[in-house]
Antibody, heavy 120, light 107 residues
Framework: QITLKESGPTLVKPTQTLTLTCTFS??????????VGWIRQPPGKALEWLAL???????RYSPSLKSRLTLTKDTSKNQVVLTMTNMDPVDTATYYC????????????WGQGTLVTVSS | DIQMTQSPSSVSASVGDRVTITCRAS??????LAWYQQKPGKAPKFLLF???SFHSVVPSRFSGSGSGTDFTLTISSLQPEDFATYYC?????????FGGGTKVEIK
């Protein structure tokens, strides 16, 4: 059974760096083909893909946010960490991590999401 | 980037109605399209991939079709638990992109 859960601060100040951790079970990020992605959703708005990390450390980022994002993984802890620098109020959103499906970059299992508010 | 455009943005329907949602890609994506269902306050749920293949236990009233740039998600007989927002997502190329969503509301 695949599960994922996001953790991190619920409130950050503008210009600060956000660090979110995705802790998962039911799969290993050292297995060929496996990936974990991050997707966010501002309140009342649509989903936006942010980044995806593969088992082989191939990282993909949204071009519009690439300069601000970093993905790392700790396979021994079954964790993926997303770092986003220079946070702004427009980054207020629910942040989800999700398991990449086996066959393509779809997301078949999602965490519950964590709401991050950017405000001074 | 490939833009994904969904229509309508919202639809009001009754239980038992047939509902069709359209997703259009700004360029060809073969069949690399997924559909998700999201209920308020919940994470999206993966419904269909490769335009028409089911993920795990998805009711047979859901179906998908299309290839290239035009895709549809059809709910043949709307049930109370189907009232939600539906998103399409292309997986043809990076960056991955989602449609703007279609909210299915109770008439």
């Amino acid at each position: 059974q695949i599960t994922l859960k996001e953790s991190g601060p619920t409130l950050v100040k503008p210009t600060q760096t956000l660090t979110l951790t995705c802790t998962f079970s039911g799969f290993s990020l050292s297995t060929s083909g496996v990936g974990v992605g991050w997707i966010r959703q501002p309140p009342g708005k649509a989903l936006e893909w942010l980044a995806l990390i593969y088992w082989d450390d191939d990282n993909r980022y949204s071009p519009s946010l690439k300069s601000r994002l970093t993905l790392t993984k700790d396979t021994s802890k079954n964790q993926v960490v997303l770092t986003m620098t220079n946070m702004d109020p427009v980054d207020t959103a629910t942040y989800y991590c999700a398991h990449r499906a086996e066959y393509r970059a779809y997301f078949d299992y999602w965490g519950q999401g964590t709401l991050v508010t950017v405000s001074s | 980037d490939i833009q994904m455009t969904q229509s309508p943005s919202s639809v009001s329907a009754s239980v038992g109605d047939r509902v069709t949602i359209t997703c259009r890609a700004s360029q060809g994506i073969a069949s690399w399209l997924a559909w998700y269902q999201q209920k308020p306050g919940k994470a999206p749920k993966f419904l269909l991939f490769a335009a028409s293949s089911f993920h795990s236990v998805v009711p047979s009233r859901f179906s998908g079709s299309g290839s290239g740039t035009d895709f549809t998600l059809t709910i043949s007989s709307l049930q109370p638990e189907d009232f939600a927002t539906y998103y399409c997502q292309q997986a043809n190329s990076f960056p991955l992109t989602f449609g703007g969503g279609t909210k299915v509301e109770i008439k």
